[in-house]
């Protein structure tokens, strides 16, 4: 029999959202897309569990971005002096310029699993979508022009690319569901784990193309609606009511290098890796390790085949970084340096403007891990310095998220 009684719990809650690729409708000879991405959600809740702690209703309020990306892959020609022959413009920008605020309002039901709970959640988010701190309602691109495009200058003509994005400033409904896997870190806290769909229609959109001195319309949506990782952290206003006996205090592992797997994600610049992690010190949690990966790295552009194929590619990218833990037990925080290399694996058309780029981050965070085998997950907040062209400076990061889901064992 478990039951936490009729409690009322207090959480903070971090997601990390992939947003699918914007919806485009696009009649002009031009290839334009808008690739999938990462943003980040952040938000506090309550949650009142009923009498016999299985059903409850959790209200919060959140803040999260939304990207807002856009591609495109057309003749050099088709623009401003009409020079550049067979030349192509392949051009990819990525921001998350969309943002908004949210207040909701779910119903929660907590299903026994073993000696844990699965928890499982629904009900609408009411949001207000707004703009950044620019007021950017949308993109302004101008190519191949013989002078440098002012956007201010209304003689300076048309632009050959715009997306406007509308009914921002307003409120809108959707549905977010999520299944949490919930672990007790003592008679008064807990940690979620979990994953979250959010349903929602597209934001309405406008498109602009002028190509060949035609001005094409179509329309550009980015999607509200996106697949997300949770980590949440709850405090109880009493302790819980379990009736079921706790498990005896297991002996510490010796001998042993304890070892973990797992998947990591930065929202940005959305690396996405695997990898192995160890400790240097046998049959104890803490103290100096390392980890080494590979995964998908930074988005780079490619010959285009046809107006039909995305010029996007990604980046392979061989994360390694030392960290240490503090904290001997399952809980720990942890802090770490590393380095994380980029390799193109396709033809890039100009070499002069793309190639391989190199991130070094520098985070601090939270992670847990169990004395002997069981889920990892760990939470971090991460500085990168990335130097990713030659022809660039080096571009500071300083407000990133990085989290991870994996197995540990010895």
């Known amino acids: 029999m478990f039951s936490y009684g009729q409690s009322t719990a207090f959480g903070i809650r971090g997601t990390v959202a992939l947003y699918p690729s914007v919806a485009v409708k696009n009649p002009s000879p031009s290839n334009v897309y808008g690739p999938q991405d990462f943003s980040a959600i952040v938000g506090i809740y309550v949650l009142k569990y009923f009498k016999t702690g299985r059903m409850g209703v959790k209200a919060g309020i959140e803040h999260g971005g939304v990207p ?12 401003g002096t009409g020079a550049g022959g067979d030349a192509q413009i392949n051009s990819l920008y990525s921001t998350n310029d969309i943002t ?11 299903l026994p699993a073993k000696k844990r709970f699965i928890e499982f959640t629904i009900g609408p988010s009411v949001r207000h979508y707004g703009y950044d701190k620019d007021g950017y309602e949308g993109m302004i ?14 003689a300076a003509g048309p632009a050959d690319l715009v997306t406007r ?10 549905f977010p569901v999520s299944v949490d896997y919930v ?73 042993k290098f304890r070892k973990a797997v797992f998947i990591e994600t930065y929202i940005r610049p959305g690396l996405l ?37 995305s010029s996007d590619r990604r980046m392979l990218a061989l994360p390694v970084a030392v960290n240490y833990i503090i904290g001997k037990k399952q809980h720990g925080i942890e802090l770490g340096i590393g380095l994380t290399p980029q390799i193109t694996l396709d033809k890039v058309r100009d070499s002069s403007a793309e190639s ?10 939270y992670r847990f891990q169990p004395i002997r085998e069981g889920l990892v997950a760990r939470a971090a907040w991460a500085t990168i310095v990335e130097k990713p062209r030659s022809i660039y400076r080096d571009n500071y990061n300083l407000s990133n998220v990085s989290v991870s889901l994996g197995y540990s064992f010895k």
Not at 100 to 110: D, E, H, I, Q
Not at 165 to 172: A, G, I, M, Q, T
């Open 68 to 79: 807002n990306n856009l591609g495109i892959d057309a003749p050099r020609k088709a623009f």
């Open 100 to 110: 908004y605020n949210a207040f909701t309002l779910s119903a929660v039901y907590k």
């Open 141 to 154: 691109w101008a190519y191949n022009r013989s002078t440098p495009f002012d956007f201010d200058d209304p």
């Open 165 to 174: 994005v509308n009914k921002l400033d307003e409120f809108h409904v959707s």
């Open 183 to 255: 672990i007790r870190v003592n008679e008064r806290s807990q940690v979620k784990l979990g994953i979250m769909h959010n349903i929602a229609k597209p934001l309405p959109g406008e498109l602009e193309v002028m190509m060949y001195g035609k001005i094409y319309t179509g329309t550009f949506r980015p999607r509200m609606g996106f697949w997300g990782f949770n980590i949440q952290y709850e405090r109880l206003s009493r302790k819980s009511a379990e009736s079921y006996t706790k498990l005896q205090p297991r002996p510490a592992v010796s001998g």
């Open 273 to 309: 890796s695997a990898n192995y992690d160890m400790r240097i010190r046998k049959g104890t949690n803490s103290g100096l390790g390392f980890t080494a990966g590979a995964g998908l790295g930074s988005h780079f552009n490619t010959e285009v085949i046809n107006n039909n194929k």
């Open 356 to 365: 391989n780029g190199t991130f070094f981050p520098f985070r601090i965070g």
